[in-house]
T-cell receptor
Framework: GAVVSQHPSWVICKSGTSVKIECRSLDFQATTMFWYRQFPKQSLMLMATSNEGSKATYEQGVEKDKFLINHASLTLSTLTVTSAHPEDSSFYICSVNHLRGRDGYTFGSGTRLTVV | KQEVTQIPAALSVPEGENLVLNCSFTDSAIYNLQWFRQDPGKGLTSLLL?????REQTSGRLNASLDKSSGRSTLYIAASQPGDSATYLC??????????FGKGTKLSVKP
């Protein structure tokens, strides 16, 4: 299966600043990566689908100008939370899907974001 | 709209017990179903993947079944151990290519 590395594992930032989260596919080329968010005691919810070389696809209710996604290479996708606010505090996690869904999804280790 | 429900939300058992976690989904048109384990503050570890054409999958002490027509899956854990304590997540994969997750079952296995 795929190996996915996510960095940082946790970050604390001040309100109004921006935070960048990296997701790397270590052992295969991922044309598509997925970004999820998980609030306490809630399900993981898909935020956006990151597409290499093109614009990301955002789920309904997710602000594309606030959550900037860049998928500049086949092994790296980044999520930038711009002008973060306390309500953006959450667990962010990325995943890749190897072989068009037939092998399931592999997830990164996640990033715990706390905005103070 | 696909909805995934996991019951129970939490479960506490003594070490050595066999247990069953339940997952139900409202739309049977799924590509596959995947069970994950999530430790506190950590990422997800894939446990078992069941394709829509399959009925069950086994890995060690874990067995997952799928009844697509009734919208149900179960995860069976045999001879539970304290190290099995974690939150177990069920997720269905629809043809659009993203996962719909349940809220999980938090399992605690007491020594």
């Amino acid at each position: 299966g795929a190996v996915v590395s996510q960095h940082p594992s946790w970050v604390i930032c001040k309100s109004g600043t921006s935070v960048k989260i990296e997701c790397r596919s270590l052992d295969f080329q991922a044309t598509t990566m997925f970004w999820y968010r998980q609030f306490p005691k809630q399900s993981l919810m898909l935020m956006a689908t990151s597409n290499e070389g093109s614009k990301a696809t955002y789920e309904q209710g997710v602000e594309k100008d606030k959550f900037l996604i860049n998928h500049a290479s086949l092994t790296l996708s980044t999520l930038t939370v711009t002008s973060a606010h306390p309500e953006d505090s959450s667990f962010y996690i990325c995943s890749v899907n190897h072989l068009r869904g037939r092998d399931g999804y592999t997830f990164g280790s996640g990033t715990r974001l706390t905005v103070v | 709209k696909q909805e995934v429900t996991q019951i129970p939300a939490a479960l506490s058992v003594p070490e050595g017990e066999n247990l069953v976690l339940n997952c139900s989904f409202t739309d049977s048109a799924i590509y596959n179903l995947q069970w994950f384990r999530q430790d506190p503050g950590k990422g997800l570890t894939s446990l078992l993947l069941i394709q829509s054409s399959q009925r069950e999958q086994t890995s060690g002490r874990l067995n997952a079944s799928l009844d697509k027509s009734s919208g149900r899956s179960t995860l069976y854990i045999a001879a539970s151990q304290p190290g099995d304590s974690a939150t177990y997540l069920c997720a269905v994969n629809q043809s659009q290519g993203n996962l719909i997750f349940g809220k999980g079952t938090k399992l605690s296995v007491k020594p």
